[in-house]
Antibody, heavy 119, light 111 residues
């Protein structure tokens, strides 16, 4: 069965960077896109972008352009999301999610990683 | 402010039918599939409906989806207390090289 296991919670200072990992299993890692979605406390879901694990191509939501980098390591079936220049309003749970079928909306989700930005 | 508009809240009593709407535009719902997600507090979202009206295996047939023009809806029949959760619609938007848009979410309360 498809499983996505994310790295643990992080606490960061404003201006720092955070890198969240997402280890996939139960399917061929390069066959499906990985999305990153975040959810601020008490707020809704916000799409950040996707990475095509096969080619490494990315598509970032415009508001995150220049601040986010999505990468992958196919040898260990793991995707990464790095967010730079953190601000307090970046405090959120960050989810990775695999598309349900190739190129579709997310269908399988990781457990989420809480990133807290605080001085 | 979300591009896809959902009512912030909905409610019903056990056994009732509840419908949650999701309104978009020609660049998103009008051209692309709508997906629905269910989320309980402190947990990851779960896929409930894909491609407008399809259910993944394991999702009860009490949940159904539909789409017409630039709007979509999620209907829950035979409402149960365990359906109390947040529900989100999502669709791709073809503007700006494609963006995945989520609705603002609807908090469903079972009275």
């Amino acid at each position: 069965q498809v499983q996505l296991v994310q790295s643990g919670a992080e606490v960061k200072r404003p201006g720092a960077s955070v890198k969240v990992s997402c280890k996939a299993s139960g399917y061929i890692f390069t066959d499906n896109y990985i999305h990153w979605v975040r959810q601020a406390p008490g707020q809704g879901l916000e799409w950040m972008g996707w990475i095509n694990p096969k080619s490494g191509a990315t598509n970032y939501e415009q508001r995150f352009q220049g601040n986010v980098t999505m990468t992958r390591d196919t040898s260990i079936s793991t995707a990464y999301m790095e967010l730079n220049s953190l601000r307090s309003d970046d405090t959120a749970v960050y989810y990775c999610a695999r598309d349900y079928s190739y190129g579709s909306n997310p269908g399988y989700w990781g457990q989420g990683t809480l990133v807290t930005v605080s001085s | 402010q979300s591009v896809l508009t959902q009512p912030p809240s909905a409610s019903g009593t056990p056994g009732q039918r509840v419908t949650i709407s999701c309104s978009g535009s020609s660049s998103n719902i009008g051209r692309n599939y709508v997906y629905w997600y269910q989320q309980f507090p402190g947990t990851a979202p779960k896929l409930l409906i894909y491609r407008n009206n399809e259910r993944p295996s394991g999702v009860p047939d009490r949940f159904s989806g539909s789409k017409s023009g630039t709007s979509a809806s999620l209907t829950i029949s035979g409402l149960r207390s365990e359906d109390e959760a947040d529900y989100y619609c999502a669709a791709w938007d073809d503007n700006l090289r494609g963006r995945l848009m989520f609705g603002g979410g609807t908090k469903l309360t079972v009275l």
